[in-house]
């Protein structure tokens, strides 16, 4: 085993692997980082000379990936030659939910992390550490040492067998943040049995985070942690929603309910946001996991109390598109909705699980005419999302040809014309600055502002003449405007 690590590989361009081995780079200019991917549209979208072209949009990212790349930090697909020069390989590839077959629904499908563990025990050389930085069920690190280690008889072209040892990484970034969340995490987990290979790990992250921040467990303790650290972030969310809708059967204010409840510090005020939602492509599919793992091991009522945190979210994305048609009189027929925002969150372009999908989808099943504006998202991706494109070319039509469709709303300037109602459905900075006074003059009555993520200032769009509703808010400004 070498005595400090100088050539890794990452397999994975994604929104880990890519931000990720960034920062690595970044931090440690004495190691060449190399990330690999099998998708090489990807792959040339890292290496575009126009920085506005990466394929991720995350604020720093561009700035460190332009010190970095060339010098330390390689996209390419070239798996085969990144990782026979790696002396430590990150597997950092997706793990969506199980589409089909056992656990179907729930859980992890492991085909991508299988297929690179047999590319590594293909290719590797000599000794390499193998770390999973993937989110994965807790065990799998069992699965690759059995498929690194059983996979190398039949390679005997190489000279030696090769050797390996596996770690647990897992990842917390959270997408938004991930450069700043990469830089300044609040720990780093290293889960292992071999004491080497943990130190040189840890020695990886000692070039920019105390070591007071790395804690190292057993590898099933570590993977699980990850699950679980999802799991209570998810069900936070859907905890504050669920008072959130009690709040607007009773007067109270779930603002004014979360400062009082995460006062107590040992709450806490962090995630404590209520909001159309989770989405994202991890909490959704980290909790299935942990319900399947649940299942698996004979636990079914464990299983049973963190499914009702995804149920929630389900209910919830549900109420809100029901309580818009509600209130613009039970029928969307014909009817121009502003849809402010489609990411799953600000500062992102990544509409994986996003509530506005769900949302959408219902309002567009209404008969609503719908004109979407988000400042990351393209609307390639929209159409994809909703499974329909959009019907920018037939503007000409009216009426009833045109209900139940989306337009892609390429700026805020003209889109509020002659609409019933703007919907917050991301809480993008840009909507802070919307003039409502002007806004209100170009809708059409009665005109309606849903602020499903609580970012819209109520006297400003009262004041305008506009009806308004916002999360969790109990006051009904509704019935002060009727
Ligand atoms: P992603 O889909 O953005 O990226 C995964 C990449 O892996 C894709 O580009 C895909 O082409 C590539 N890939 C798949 N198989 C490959 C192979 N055999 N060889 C080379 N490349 C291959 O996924 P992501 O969001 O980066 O998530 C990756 C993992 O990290 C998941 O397990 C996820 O749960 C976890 N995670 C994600 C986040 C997040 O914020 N997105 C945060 C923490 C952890
Ligand atoms: C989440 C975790 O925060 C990360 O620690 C983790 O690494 C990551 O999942 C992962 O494993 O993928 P992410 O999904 O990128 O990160 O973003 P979050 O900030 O957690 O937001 C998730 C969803 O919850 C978003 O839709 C967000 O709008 C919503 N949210 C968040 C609320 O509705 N209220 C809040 O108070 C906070």
Redesign the pocket.
């Known amino acids: 085993m070498p005595n400090d690590i100088k050539n890794i590989c990452c397999i994975g361009a994604g ?2 692997g890519g931000p990720t081995m960034a920062v690595i780079a970044n931090k440690c200019p004495n190691i060449q980082v190399n990330v690999v991917d099998i998708n090489d549209k990807r792959i040339n979208q890292w290496n575009s000379n126009d920085l506005n072209k990466l394929p991720i949009y995350e604020p720093g990212l561009a700035e460190i990936i332009k010190v970095s790349r060339g010098r330390n930090l390689h996209f390419s697909t070239q798996v085969k030659d990144k990782i026979e020069k790696a002396e430590m390989i990150f597997i950092s590839v997706n793990t969506p939910t199980k589409k089909t077959g056992i656990g179907a629904g729930k859980a992890s499908d492991l085909k991508w992390v299988e297929i690179c563990a047999r590319q590594v025990a293909k290719y590797a050389r000599g000794h390499t550490i193998v770390v999973e930085k993937s ?1 994965l069920p807790v065990r799998t690190a069992e699965v690759i040492k059995s498929i690194l280690e059983q996979s190398q008889s039949p390679y005997k072209n190489k000279s030696t067998p090769s050797t390996f040892d596996v770690l647990s990484n ?9 450069i700043y ?1 990469l830089t300044n995490p609040d720990r780093v987990l290293i889960g292992g049995e071999n004491e080497n290979a943990i130190k040189l790990l840890n020695d990886v992250y000692l070039n920019w985070i105390p070591q007071e921040k790395i804690l190292k467990t057993n590898i099933w303790s570590s993977e699980l942690a ?1 699950l679980t ?2 799991a209570f ?2 069900q ?2 859907s905890s ?2 669920s008072i959130g809708a009690l709040c607007e059967s009773t007067g109270a204010d779930i603002r004014e309910v979360a400062r009082a409840i995460g006062s107590d510090s040992r709450i806490g005020s ?14 959704k599919k ?1 909790i299935l996991n942990l319900v399947y793992l649940c299942e698996y091991f004979g636990i079914p009522e464990v299983g049973d109390f963190w499914n009702s945190v995804v149920n929630l979210n389900k209910w919830h994305q549900h109420r809100i598109s029901k309580l818009i048609t509600s209130k613009l009189y039970g029928t969307l027929s014909g009817k121009k909705l502003v849809i402010l925002g489609f990411a ?2 600000k500062n ?1 372009n ?1 509409t994986r ?3 506005a999908i769900q949302i959408c989808k219902d309002l567009i099943e209404e008969g609503a005419i719908l004109h979407i504006h988000d400042p990351k998202v393209n609307p390639e991706q929209i159409s994809l999302d909703l499974g329909m494109t959009s019907s920018n070319d037939l503007k000409n039509k009216i009426g009833s040809a045109l209900d139940g469709s989306w337009f892609e709303a390429k700026n805020l300037d003209d889109v509020f014309q002659d609409a019933d109602a703007a919907i917050v459905l ?2 993008w900075d840009q909507y802070l600055d919307i003039d409502w006074g002007k806004t209100a003059s170009k809708m059409r009555s009665p005109s309606w502002v849903f602020d499903a ?1 609580s970012i819209l200032e109520p006297c400003e769009i009262i004041n305008a003449g506009l009806l308004f509703w916002r999360v969790g808010d109990g006051l009904n400004r509704s019935k002060i405007n009727n």
């Open positions: 929104y880990v989110t897992p990842e917390f970034l959270a997408e938004g943040s991930a969340d990850k650290a999802n972030l998810a936070r969310i504050i929603n962090k995630f404590l946001d209520s909001g159309p939602g989770f989405g994202g492509s991890c909490f980290d799953f969150k992102t990544d699980e996003s509530s991301t809480e993520r």
